[in-house]
């Protein structure tokens, strides 16, 4: 069965920290990967995707994410973290070819950054 | 105004009551998804639909149903609410590339007591 796996239930960081939050997916095919935001009381936003080409994809407020097939992970870092980064994050993954019309989650990381 | 949007955003019900959660979409897409939030689980989908004719089964569909009114509406009903159904709804839009990317109403919160 395809699934995600988020290691980390909860991550509490100082702020200015560096953090890691790490995603493993299972698959024996091409995979589109995602990681989304949610801020509370919000809806999902997206974060960043990989979906072809670089494997290292960053977004517009500094969180960046390495695609690596052979260890199938997609873990989300940045090396330097704020107050307003506080937010539970979400791995997701779209099989490509029969599935990809749907996401996988994994059940969420928790980052508390503390100042 | 939200692409998504979803109402109501929060609800109190009693078990055995017939819920209905709405969702409609400005976005244009003809893929639309219902997910369930539950803390510490995820989002688990419910039900997902690619056209007005198409409405296809997630993973825990069972105990819900849902109509794809037009291509802009896509609702979710809960015929006997119980207790466990207690949880956060989503809403989503596929976008026109194939990709898996969704796009996220707010929620609606929904307690059965």
């Known amino acids: 069965a395809q699934s995600v796996t988020q290691l980390d239930s909860q991550v509490p960081v100082f702020e200015e920290a560096p953090v890691e939050l790490r995603c493993n997916y299972s698959s024996s095919v091409s995979v589109y990967l995602f990681w989304y935001v949610q801020y509370p009381n919000q809806g999902l936003q997206l974060l960043l995707k990989y979906l072809s080409g670089s494997t290292l994809v960053e977004s517009i407020n500094g969180f960046e994410a390495e695609f690596n097939k052979s260890q199938t992970s997609f873990h989300l870092r940045k090396p330097s973290v704020h107050i307003s980064d506080t937010a539970e994050y979400f791995c997701?993954?779209?099989?490509?070819?029969?599935?990809?019309?749907?996401?996988?989650f994994g059940k969420g990381t928790k980052l508390t950054v503390n100042p | 105004d939200a692409d998504v949007t979803q109402t109501p955003r929060n609800r109190i019900t009693k078990t055995g009551k017939r819920i209905m959660l709405e969702c409609s979409q400005t976005k244009g897409h003809d893929r639309m998804y219902w997910y369930r939030q539950d803390p510490g689980l995820g989002l688990r989908l419910i039900y997902y639909s690619f056209d007005v004719k198409d409405i296809n089964k997630g993973e825990i569909s069972d105990g819900y149903s849902v109509s794809r009114q037009a291509q802009a509406k896509f609702s979710l009903s809960l015929e006997s609410a119980i207790p466990n159904q207690t949880a956060l709804y989503f809403c989503?839009?596929?976008?026109?590339?194939?990709?898996?990317?969704?796009?996220f109403g707010e929620g609606s919160r929904l307690t059965v007591l």
């Open positions: 997701a993954v779209s099989y490509i070819g029969g599935g990809s019309e749907k996401l996988v």
């Open positions: 989503a839009t596929g976008g026109v590339v194939n990709t898996g990317e969704l796009f």
